[in-house]
């Protein structure tokens, strides 16, 4: 047995960086990746470029080395710690959900001129007493370092990668934290305490209980005859749409087990490397006439001179791997066909390493690379090295803090999407208003339900527009106001009342001469100057009215009686003519809504009073919407409530109108200018508007939509599109969707795992930022969103029995785990 810090490659750490004890050095970044499922060809082919950039930029002698690491982990969130029984079922729900957890590191090493290169028979694993090769070179540092920096400034300039440097306790560790170097010899994620571990090197590379193998592409014959910046994922792809990953996506992500992807780019003398392929070629050219096979490799040789000169390609030398590992020995054979299927999707054929797997796995050693054996190394361009490099990671959760817990595509990992505030602040999108697109059954109801609940439990205040009972038990959950509309118990407003402190303020006043003069005269009619001056001081006298009686309730009845018998003498020593304001019209026309009348109890409620403090307020319209008279009322009332959230509460509250269908209705009866209106203004006040659309007809048939929704919602929601797939050019167009666009909303619900319930939904930023996320619920949640009519009967029979809402959801999961 052989201590290890007995041949340890790694002489110091310091200044942020790794001294060998042959004298080379090595850096290191921690990288961010875009995410998987996100980019179009056109962008990998743009972060293919950059990293040729990148790369082309580094002195002689470097080498790259890209280190991905995929660990399958458990998703935990906070159980227990949460505000809301849905926020506690969810994390319940979600906890221990499978998923890799990615991490992905770029080490620059810069080696010696004069360095010995290593082989299979030559490494520093062999060596009892490593020593340096030459004395540490300022100069080559501070070189280095400047290459280093402009590496860095062109990918992060590039837009797609992020990029952070590793301090001197992140490589070397501390007695809490293991650093990178324990990480890779003990095979330990980044946040993980040390573990010190057995490394098992003679049979097999054995670390601890974890059996490991290793696969490598590092001959010509095993490498695929093309390589790209992307290729087709056909899971996702249509007959109209090509959708794109990364050329070594199979062996990121794609590839569902522990292991390490790492990529070796080393960059030589390029005049030396061609002199000596062109003594290659001219003995293999004295050669040829002995052997086809000699004529073969001479005319190979030829034709990448000819590429080298002619296009300028830099030669270098390449080698790839996968590790993984496993402490379960059942699994070994599982893994293996797991990797050769992922090789061949890139149409290449690994080997497994056996006899050279010590010396390729010591040369991964952080700081070690310099010791990689080059007789496992392969020559090619620079443009076709980088094809091999992994390009992507998993989902991240919002920094903000604020958004929609949703799921990562590929697992269902939840992540935490801003789709507010943070594009706000990068510049993706200029308001926060959004429009949702989804037919019926696409999962359209759940995810707006989850939506605005999520929004709820962030503080905000919800007004919803339904005209399908989608919100009932959402608005039961959360204490909500429900207006609707039943025989037995009717719709019922009080828009005259005014909570205790406040006074007639200008917004207030402006929305009851609106209802006023809507009650009054039809949409055809129109009303004198002198007409609407004596309603404005029929408003202002009668709170004066109210002040000076304060047992006086306010209401549509008191104010009634306050035209009949109060104002009726003020216009009448006012000597106001009949023609300039007819009182005994209007008396006439608002007698139906006055006690006794036909709607008198539309706007006299005395419950329900407070609507500007209370934060979730449904107005169900399905059995009014076609009420010539009720209909127009309601909306108008709505408008007001919202108005007045929106410029009454604090600018720090979010102040959110949701209107699902009921716009259609809404648009029909006058109020397309209300909805233009508070699209254009409602940003000004951190308030956002949604509209819910079922139908592409509606689009294409309404002006509003295009006019005012389409043009003035930076944030496009779009469910399940496949029943418009022949047809989406008229959507692309009109919603102005990209190429890129158009191939991520085509692509959702095409390979759902089967072993979860779940949809998919498309979200786009502004056209800068699109993805598609999975709406996943726990039972829970599903039966507070449910719409299908026996669900909602159920979940109503056991709110009753149990007494609350809560109480009946959590009685029926419990009933149906067991």
């Given at each position: 047995?052989?201590?290890?810090?007995?041949?340890?490659?790694?002489?110091?750490?310091?200044?942020?960086?790794?001294?060998?004890?042959?004298?080379?050095?090595?850096?290191?970044?921690?990288?961010?990746?875009?995410?998987?499922?996100?980019?179009?060809?056109?962008?990998?082919?743009?972060?293919?470029?950059?990293?040729?950039?990148?790369?082309?930029?580094?002195?002689?002698?470097?080498?790259?080395?890209?280190?991905?690491?995929?660990?399958?982990?458990?998703?935990?969130g906070?159980?227990?710690?949460?505000?809301?029984?849905?926020?506690?079922?969810?994390?319940?729900?979600?906890?221990?959900?499978?998923?890799?957890e990615?991490?992905?590191?770029?080490?620059?090493?810069?080696?010696?001129?004069?360095?010995?290169?290593?082989?299979?028979?030559?490494?520093?694993?062999?060596?009892?007493?490593?020593?340096?090769?030459?004395?540490?070179?300022?100069?080559?540092?501070?070189?280095?370092?400047?290459?280093?920096?402009?590496?860095?400034?062109i990918l992060?300039?590039?837009?797609?990668?992020?990029?952070?440097?590793?301090?001197?306790?992140?490589?070397?560790?501390t007695?809490?934290?293991?650093?990178?170097?324990?990480?890779?010899?003990?095979?330990?994620?980044?946040?993980?305490?040390?573990?010190?571990?057995?490394?098992?090197?003679?049979?097999?590379?054995r670390?601890?209980?974890?059996?490991?193998?290793?696969?490598?592409?590092?001959?010509?014959?095993?490498?695929p005859?093309?390589?790209?910046?992307?290729?087709?994922?056909?899971?996702?792809?249509?007959?109209?749409?090509?959708?794109?990953?990364?050329?070594?996506?199979?062996?990121?992500?794609?590839?569902?087990?522990?292991?390490i992807?790492?990529?070796?780019?080393?960059?030589?003398?390029?005049?030396k490397?061609?002199?000596?392929?062109?003594?290659?070629?001219?003995?293999?050219?004295s050669?040829?006439?002995?052997?086809?096979?000699?004529?073969?490799?001479?005319?190979?040789?030829s034709?990448?001179?000819?590429?080298?000169?002619?296009?300028q390609?830099?030669?270098?030398?390449?080698?790839?791997?996968?590790?993984?590992?496993?402490?379960?020995?059942?699994?070994?054979?599982?893994?293996?066909?797991?990797?050769?299927?992922?090789?061949?999707?890139?149409?290449?054929?690994?080997?497994?390493?056996?006899?050279?797997?010590?010396?390729?796995?010591?040369?991964?050693?952080?700081?070690?690379?310099?010791?990689?054996?080059?007789?496992?190394?392969?020559?090619?361009?620079?443009?076709?090295?980088?094809?091999?490099?992994n390009?992507?990671?998993?989902?991240r959760?919002?920094?903000s803090?604020f958004?929609?817990?949703?799921?990562?595509?590929?697992s269902?990992k939840p992540?935490?999407?801003?789709?507010?505030?943070?594009?706000?602040?990068?510049?993706?999108?200029?308001?926060?208003?959004?429009?949702i697109?989804?037919?019926?059954?696409?999962?359209?109801?759940?995810?707006t339900?989850?939506m605005?609940?999520?929004?709820?439990?962030?503080?905000?205040?919800?007004?919803?527009?339904?005209?399908?009972?989608?919100?009932?038990?959402?608005?039961?959950?959360?204490?909500?106001?429900?207006?609707?509309?039943e025989?037995?118990?009717?719709?019922?407003?009080?828009?005259?009342?005014?909570?205790?402190?406040?006074?007639l303020?200008?917004?207030?006043?402006?929305?009851?001469?609106?209802?006023?003069?809507?009650?009054?005269?039809?949409?055809?009619?129109?009303?004198?100057?002198?007409?609407?001056?004596?309603?404005?001081?029929?408003?202002?006298?009668?709170?004066r009215?109210?002040?000076?009686?304060?047992?006086?309730f306010?209401?549509?009845?008191?104010?009634?009686?306050?035209?009949?018998?109060?104002?009726?003498?003020v216009?009448?020593?006012?000597?106001?003519?009949?023609?300039?304001?007819?009182?005994?019209?209007l008396?006439?026309?608002?007698?139906?809504?006055?006690?006794?009348?036909?709607?008198?109890?539309?706007?006299?409620?005395?419950?329900?009073?407070?609507l500007?403090?209370?934060?979730?307020?449904?107005?169900?319209?399905?059995?009014?919407?076609?009420?010539?008279?009720?209909?127009?009322?309601?909306?108008?009332?709505?408008?007001?409530?919202?108005?007045?959230?929106?410029?009454?509460?604090?600018?720090?509250?979010?102040?959110?109108?949701?209107?699902?269908?009921?716009?259609?209705?809404?648009?029909?009866?006058?109020m397309?200018?209300?909805?233009?209106?508070?699209?254009?203004t409602?940003?000004?006040?951190?308030?956002?508007a949604?509209?819910?659309?079922?139908?592409?007809?509606?689009?294409?048939?309404?002006?509003?939509i295009?006019?005012?929704?389409?043009?003035?919602?930076?944030c496009?929601?779009?469910?399940?599109?496949?029943?418009?797939?022949?047809?989406?050019?008229?959507?692309?167009?009109?919603?102005?969707?990209?190429?890129?666009?158009?191939?991520?909303?085509?692509?959702?619900n095409?390979?759902?795992?089967?072993?979860?319930?779940?949809k998919?939904?498309?979200?786009?930023?502004?056209?800068?930022?699109?993805k598609?996320?999975?709406?996943?619920?726990?039972?829970?949640?599903?039966?507070?969103?449910?719409?299908?009519?026996?669900?909602?009967?159920?979940?109503?029979?056991y709110?009753?029995?149990?007494?609350?809402?809560?109480?009946?959801?959590?009685?029926?999961?419990?009933?149906?785990?067991?």
């Amino acid at each position: 047995m052989i201590n290890i810090e007995d041949i340890l490659p790694v002489y110091k750490v310091e200044n942020k960086a790794i001294l060998s004890r042959r004298g080379d050095i090595t850096i290191i970044y921690k990288l961010g990746l875009p995410d998987i499922f996100t980019q179009s060809g056109q962008e990998y082919e743009a972060l293919h470029h950059a990293w040729i950039k990148a790369i082309k930029v580094l002195p002689r002698h470097s080498i790259v080395h890209k280190r991905d690491i995929f660990i399958r982990a458990g998703y935990h969130g906070k159980p227990g710690q949460s505000a809301s029984f849905l926020a506690e079922a969810s994390e319940a729900y979600f906890e221990g959900r499978p998923y890799l957890e990615h991490t992905c590191y770029i080490l620059l090493t810069i080696q010696p001129g004069n360095r010995k290169a290593a082989s299979s028979g030559y490494s520093g694993l062999m060596r009892k007493s490593p020593v340096p090769g030459q004395a540490l070179n300022e100069q080559l540092y501070s070189d280095f370092m400047e290459k280093a920096g402009a590496f860095e400034r062109i990918l992060t300039d590039s837009g797609f990668i992020s990029m952070q440097r590793l301090t001197d306790d992140e490589l070397a560790g501390t007695k809490s934290q293991s650093g990178i170097i324990e990480q890779y010899c003990f095979l330990q994620g980044e946040n993980e305490r040390p573990v010190i571990k057995d490394v098992h090197l003679k049979d097999e590379i054995r670390i601890g209980d974890n059996h490991c193998q290793l696969f490598t592409l590092s001959d010509v014959e095993d490498l695929p005859s093309l390589c790209g910046s992307r290729v087709n994922y056909d899971k996702y792809s249509t007959d109209k749409t090509k959708f794109s990953i990364g050329f070594a996506s199979p062996l990121g992500l794609l590839l569902d087990c522990n292991h390490i992807y790492n990529q070796f780019i080393f960059i030589g003398d390029a005049q030396k490397t061609l002199k000596g392929l062109e003594k290659k070629r001219l003995r293999l050219q004295s050669l040829s006439a002995y052997s086809r096979e000699n004529a073969i490799a001479r005319d190979a040789t030829s034709d990448f001179l000819n590429e080298a000169i002619a296009e300028q390609r830099l030669p270098v030398k390449a080698h790839f791997n996968v590790m993984t590992w496993t402490s379960d020995p059942k699994q070994i054979q599982e893994i293996r066909n797991k990797v050769g299927s992922a090789m061949a999707q890139m149409d290449a054929s690994g080997k497994q390493e056996t006899d050279g797997a010590p010396q390729i796995w010591w040369a991964g050693l952080p700081g070690n690379a310099a010791d990689f054996p080059m007789n496992d190394t392969f020559d090619t361009f620079l443009e076709q090295a980088t094809c091999f490099l992994n390009l992507e990671s998993n989902y991240r959760s919002a920094q903000s803090g604020f958004g929609i817990r949703l799921g990562d595509r590929l697992s269902g990992k939840p992540v935490r999407a801003d789709i507010s505030d943070e594009p706000m602040k990068k510049g993706f999108i200029t308001n926060r208003n959004k429009m949702i697109l989804g037919p019926s059954g696409s999962g359209k109801s759940f995810f707006t339900n989850h939506m605005v609940n999520s929004y709820y439990e962030q503080g905000s205040h919800i007004v919803l527009v339904d005209v399908g009972h989608s919100y009932k038990g959402l608005c039961d959950l959360v204490g909500g106001y429900y207006f609707t509309y039943e025989e037995n118990n009717p719709i019922r407003f009080n828009p005259f009342y005014i909570a205790k402190g406040e006074v007639l303020d200008i917004e207030k006043k402006e929305s009851l001469k609106t209802l006023l003069l809507a009650l009054w005269k039809k949409e055809n009619e129109n009303f004198a100057r002198s007409e609407y001056v004596a309603i404005s001081n029929a408003i202002t006298l009668y709170y004066r009215h109210l002040a000076k009686h304060p047992n006086i309730f306010p209401g549509f009845n008191s104010f009634y009686d306050f035209l009949m018998e109060e104002y009726l003498v003020v216009l009448e020593n006012g000597k106001v003519k009949e023609k300039d304001f007819d009182i005994a019209n209007l008396l006439y026309v608002l007698n139906p809504y006055y006690k006794g009348g036909e709607f008198d109890y539309l706007l006299n409620a005395t419950e329900n009073l407070d609507l500007l403090n209370e934060r979730f307020i449904v107005f169900e319209l399905d059995n009014i919407k076609s009420h010539e008279i009720l209909f127009p009322v309601v909306t108008i009332i709505i408008m007001e409530v919202f108005i007045s959230k929106m410029r009454k509460l604090p600018k720090n509250v979010r102040k959110v109108i949701l209107i699902e269908e009921a716009w259609k209705a809404i648009a029909k009866d006058g109020m397309a200018e209300y909805i233009k209106y508070l699209f254009k203004t409602v940003r000004k006040f951190f308030g956002e508007a949604i509209v819910v659309t079922q139908e592409v007809e509606d689009i294409l048939s309404s002006p509003i939509i295009k006019q005012a929704i389409v043009n003035n919602s930076d944030c496009k929601i779009l469910l399940d599109q496949s029943k418009y797939q022949n047809k989406f050019d008229d959507v692309q167009e009109l919603l102005g969707l990209t190429e890129k666009e158009k191939a991520l909303i085509l692509s959702m619900n095409k390979a759902n795992h089967p072993s979860y319930k779940y949809k998919e939904v498309f979200i786009s930023l502004g056209g800068q930022s699109s993805k598609v996320y999975r709406t996943e619920v726990s039972p829970s949640e599903y039966y507070a969103y449910t719409t299908e009519a026996a669900e909602k009967a159920k979940v109503l029979e056991y709110a009753e029995r149990y007494g609350s809402m809560g109480k009946g959801i959590a009685a029926m999961v419990n009933k149906q785990s067991n």
